[in-house]
Structure formats: structure tokens, C-alpha cells
């Protein structure tokens, strides 16, 4: 084989590797967003520090510091934390897979769309938290009827997203596959899935942030652990600083997943001819 | 060789568009189809590839009927519809992913190479230019190894200095192999420049309303007197059967030719 050949194919074979921002850069991007949170966490802190604020109600961050440390070297917030990444992660997890599958099955075929669509949207407009009894019911007081409760709130925002998504595929895109003799499975894989992926990973962002929603929601219905337990317990005993420190856990646990699915999408999206890449 | 025989397309909206549409093409024959707007070119194109069934009438290839694409007939579109999810190798070697996979990246960057895009291997679509992703389309469509090749107005979006370029790299391309080529178009001149016969179709509902062999040998110089008789013979066809009058001198002037 030629030199010039053999390079051809090197370049060819290389052609996943193209256009990734240097990690300097990346670094001074998140950093630029903890710019925000900072600066409030250091301008309250000064403001109760120099009496113009009691901070009784909204403590300043070196209280919720010092009460997430009490929490972590009792081992309380690890065990709180974990109950909630455990019901989030299972109910995320079967709310993606309902999803994903009727979101597919009712974008791809028609029958299927006139068949459960009307039903699903239908079930959509039930304030979520209206299924509360019926789950207490249906699944008892303890994990079942939470992790089904989150699994509620992240189904939906999956289904829209990937039905939406399968439904506005580019047609001419399909063409293409069909022109090379694609169908069914195959045409799925090749042409549709990596067509919706980028609403699709929104979708999945969406539903987890409702899974968060839900799971808050789930624990208040009379958990013995959980970060939503936390804030109720803090509520009952007068604890602002744990409430805020849940409030925290929460959000640095809520934005860490989110982190976690942008991250682990954005290799197969680097494709995509978007506003953002600039 | 490719015949289509007394096809007829009639669509759910009762619009016929067409009707009793006969025509063969030898193997290695280059064939342009003109015509104006909505006199089913593109719709006749569309049954020969297998990708719309026409209503009657059958589509064969060395005697065998296609009902839906096929392994040895290629299509090229208007647009280039590469995928914006696969770099320039990707799409080109989007139609072998049967082979093995060292067989596959050979004939990618030997297709890429033909085309002069090796350099363009790694890269999206999206950092293309127009006639850069036409040209990646005109790899992946060859890259197959079909013995037909469909092209439906392949350069229409193009600017005529790369219009031109391409025409004529389609042409190198096609000397290689000889694949059957048939090219729908608007363009007179691109018809004249790369076909061996013009084929012209009037519209409601679409038939063919009769064709020219170009006869002058290859490459053909667009500023000659033979091209320009050539010319001439394709617009009074047009004039008299597309437009139902006769042939006037201002004629060449409205298709801006």
C-alpha cells in the first residue's frame, strides 16, 4: 500500500477526532458559573456578619457549612443522600426506559400514535402529585410507591421529547437511508436514533430535573431517610441551616447528574451545528 | 440496461404526473431528462430508483423489476442530505457497512481521493462548502460501485463556477467506471454538456415529449457553433411542445440560458 494511501485511511479512521476546546478552556467555562452562587453565598455572608441581616431564618453559609459537616461526620448526609440518588437513579432509570419506548413506538408508527397518544397526553394533564394516594395505596408507604411516583414524573417529559423528536425527523433523511435500502431496526439505529439524539438528551435533562422535583415530593409522603426527610425534620425542629443545607445537597446533587448526562452526551453531539458553539 | 415502460404515477390527491412514460438507457449511456417545473421529472426519477412505486407501468434493471432501491442503482439528490452525525468518512462509506471494516476505510479514501476531499476525512459535514458536500454525496453515491447512478437536479443549488467544476468532474468520474447515468435538470446547458441524449418531458400530466442525441465528442466546448445548433434543437423542442407555440427568437432569452 502506498504512503499516500495508508494516510488516507489513517484520516479516515481518524474522523472521530476533530474539534474539542482545549480543557483550559473548559475549566474557565465552569468556573464562570459558579461565579453567580459565590458571590451571593459571599455577599450574605458579609451582610448577616455585619448585622445588617439576623440571618436567623436564611443562615449564612458558614452555619450551613458548619451543619453539613456536623451532618457528614455523623454520617447523616451521606446516608441521606444516598436514599435520594438511590430512589432518583431507580425511578429516572424506569421512567427513561417507559419513555423512551412508548415516545419511540408512538413517533415511529402511526397506529400506534392515534392508539395511545390521546390516552398518554390525557394522563399527562393529572397534577402528578393527585396520584399520591392512589400510590399509597396501590404500593404501600415505603420505596415502590416513591420510586414509582418519580418514575411518573420523568416518564413524560421523555415521551414528548422522543416522539417529538422521532416525529420531526427530516424526511429527507430517512430517504437517504431508505435509498440505502434501510428498513425497520436498521433504519432505526442508523438514521433515526442518531437523528433525535440531541432532543433527546434535552428530554432525558428535562426528566431528570423532574425526577429531582418528584423525589422531594416521594419523601414528604413519610420517608425515614432522604434528603427530603432532612427538610421536613428541619422544618419540625426549628433547623433552618439543615433545611438550607438539604436545599444544598439537593442542588449540587441535582446539577452533578445533569453534568453527568451532558457530559456523557456531548462526544455524540459534537456534530451538531448549533447557535452554542461559538 | 435501464427500462422504464409505460410508466404512470397518479397520486393519493388524484393528481396525475404521469402518464405512459417509456424509456430505455443502455448501460454506460448518459441520459438528461429537461422539462419545466412540475413535468414529473424528478417523480419519474423517483420511480426508477425504487424509492416511489409508480402506479403503472414497471421499472427494470438487465430484466429485473425494482420495486424498492436497489443494491446497483445510486441516487444523488438536490441537496447533498449528507448526515450530519457522520464526518465526511462516515457518510461516504454510510452504504459499506457490510464490508469488513479495513476494506471499507480503503475504499472511502480511495472514493474521497476521486473526489479530492482526502483532506476532508475527518471533518462534519456542517464545516463544508455547498460544492465540497455535493461532491461528498457524489462519493457515497459512487462509492457503492452502482451501474446505474440517478442524479435529480444535482448542481441546482450550486454557483455556476462550481456548477461547472462538477460537470466536469462528473464526467471523470463516470469515465472511470461508466456506470449509467441518468440526470434530471433545468439546465439546457448542463444537459447538453454531459449527456448523450436530452430527453424532454411536457407537463400535465408528464410524458416525454421527444429526445435529441448529442452526437459531438467529449469534452464539449459550451461556446461552440455545434453546441449552440445543439441548443437550439432542445428549445425549439421545449417551444413546441412544453410551451404549445412555435419556436421564436426571444425564446432563448426567457429560459436565461
Redesign the interface.
Known sequence: MSVV?AT??K?????????RPRRSVLRARALLGLAVPVALAIGWELAVWSGLVSGRLVPPPSIIFATFADLAAAGELQRHAAATLLRVGVGFGLGVAAGTMMGALTGYSALAHRLLDPSLQGLRAIPSIAWVPLFILWFGIFEASKVILIAVGVFFPVYLGVMGAVLSVDR??V??G????LSGFALVR??LL??V?PAYVLALRAGLGLGWMFVVAAEFMGASEGLGFLLTDGQQLGKPAQIVAAIVAFAVLGKATDWIIAGTAAP?L????AFARR | MLVLDRIGKTYPNGVRALDGVTLRVGQGEIVAIVGGSGCGKSTLLRAA?G?DAPTDGTVTLDASEIR????KI??I?Q?P?L????????NV???L?QLPKPER??R???A??RVAL??K??????ELSGGQAQRVAIARALV?RPSVLLLDEPFSALDAFTRVELQDHLLDLWAESRPTLVLVTHDIEEALVLADRVVVMRPHPGRIAGSIDVISSRPRDRISAVFEEQKRRVLNLLDSTLLRRRPSPALEADYSI
Request: hydrophobic share 50%.
Open positions: 494511501a488516507m485511511q484520516v479516515a479512521a481518524e474522523a472521530l477526532t476533530v474539534g429527507k433523511i430517504e437517504v431508505r435509498a440505502f435500502r442508523r438514521i442518531p437523528a439524539m455524540f459534537r456534530w451538531e451545528d | 430508483s424509492l424498492e432501491p436497489h443494491e445510486g441516487i439528490f441537496e442530505r448526515l450530519p452525525w457522520l464526518t465526511v468518512a462516515g462509506g454510510f452504504g457497512a476505510q480503503q472511502v479514501a480511495a474521497l481521493d482526502s483532506d476525512a475527518a471533518v462534519w459535514p456542517r457503492t
